[in-house]
């Protein structure tokens, strides 16, 4: 990887003014994310990089992932970005690649899995496209990570899932797109979109609940859940000619209730530029974080007092992910920065890190 010019980001409030500078005092260095990246040829990485900066590896890889996740003390998946059929399993410890997960015949992965609260079950979002189904593909945690079952997701273009609290129930974003590897990413079903956020039991695949957006362009596609059960989600909004009244980008559900968007102004959500790229939510539930690399922005949200916060500039934005140790949210960005969000004394950013050369991909995950 060449070096390349350092350029400096100038992070904002709403109010304006420089907020931070490389080597921002950090109270643990030793807190560690994992993230897929890009270098400055295109060329494909999985990270493991310290809130200081420091590097614990760099893996490069033929194909662009997207998600990641730690199965246990010492290994980790990165999920393929869709429309990719191969899982990169790492030993963070040694910094190596230990094998790889694909996808069967006819499927690909969607970019997101999580794991069971016991530690013995893998849940990857997967498309079937020859049979044109969202399914659920469960894998064993531990090598050779044998394929055990999968179920539908009742939807089509099944992207981010969760747990929720007990571990038997799975909530799964339904972006509803359909599209085929042929022509990418391409999507053939503008029309006909049906998005939704489906429950399912963690060991039948059974529907228990599904809601819909309140408009069928609106793809549901990120989600974060609470100690409580409260899913919070975002979504990419696919309708066109709607500058005039944008479409709510964030929601948040609670199991057997309606869909509620949070609230907001028309202003706001235009600004999001009709695309969140993660959400996150504090360790309390109270507070919760979308990010939009399309508007360069981070909104916070006071799920306590039902209200938006405000908005924090920040250039490329998407990944996102708490931190309990520092009481604070850290973002990652297309420039090779991870910014923490402070919550006290006031909400407002402080620069972690910069790695020139480097281009986070949309996720960050907390080791």
Request: with cysteine; net charge negative.
């Amino acid at each position: 990887m060449r070096p390349v010019t350092r350029r400096r980001l100038v992070l904002a409030t709403l109010g304006g003014g420089l907020l931070a500078s490389v080597g921002a005092r950090l109270n643990a260095d030793s807190t560690r994310f994992l993230s897929a990246a890009d270098d400055e040829q295109g060329g494909h990485c999985l990270l493991g990089i310290r809130a200081d900066g420091h590097l614990n590896y760099c893996l490069p890889v033929p194909h662009r992932a997207h998600e990641a996740r730690v199965l246990d003390d010492q290994l980790a998946i990165y999920f393929a970005r869709r429309p990719g059929r191969e899982c990169y399993v790492v030993d963070m410890h040694h910094g190596e690649l230990m094998g790889t997960l694909n996808a069967d015949e006819g499927e690909h992965f969607c970019g997101h899995g999580c794991v069971s609260e016991d530690g013995q079950f893998l849940f990857l979002t997967t498309y079937a496209y020859n049979r044109r189904m969202g399914v659920v593909a469960v894998h064993e945690t531990r090598p050779p990570f044998r394929k055990l079952t999968q179920f539908n997701t009742h939807g089509l273009d099944p992207h981010q899932l969760a747990l929720l609290p007990g571990g038997d129930t799975l909530v799964v974003a339904n972006g509803g797109i359909l599209t085929h590897p042929n022509s990418q990413r391409e999507m053939l079903n503008l029309d006909t979109m049906a998005p939704s956020l489906a429950y399912l039991r963690a060991q039948s695949g059974e529907l228990v609940d599904q809601v819909m957006p309140p408009h069928h362009q609106i793809s549901l596609r990120h989600l974060a859940v609470s100690a409580t059960g409260l899913v919070v989600v975002g979504a990419q909004d696919h309708t066109s000619g709607i500058e005039a009244r944008p479409h709510p980008l964030v929601f948040q559900h609670q199991q057997g209730r309606a869909l509620r968007e949070f609230p907001a102004q028309s202003e706001d959500w235009r600004q999001m530029n009709q695309y969140i790229a993660s959400v996150a939510l504090s360790a309390d539930g109270r507070l919760a974080l979308s990010t939009t690399p399309r508007g360069n922005l981070i909104s916070l949200w006071d799920l306590a007092g039902n209200r938006l916060m405000g908005h924090f500039t920040v250039r490329d934005v998407a990944g996102a992910a708490w931190v309990s140790a520092e009481n604070s949210f850290m973002v990652s960005n297309g420039m090779g920065q991870l910014v923490y969000l402070r919550i006290a004394p006031e909400p407002h950013l402080e620069l972690a890190t910069h790695t020139p050369g480097m281009h986070w991909d949309n996720h960050l995950a907390l080791v």
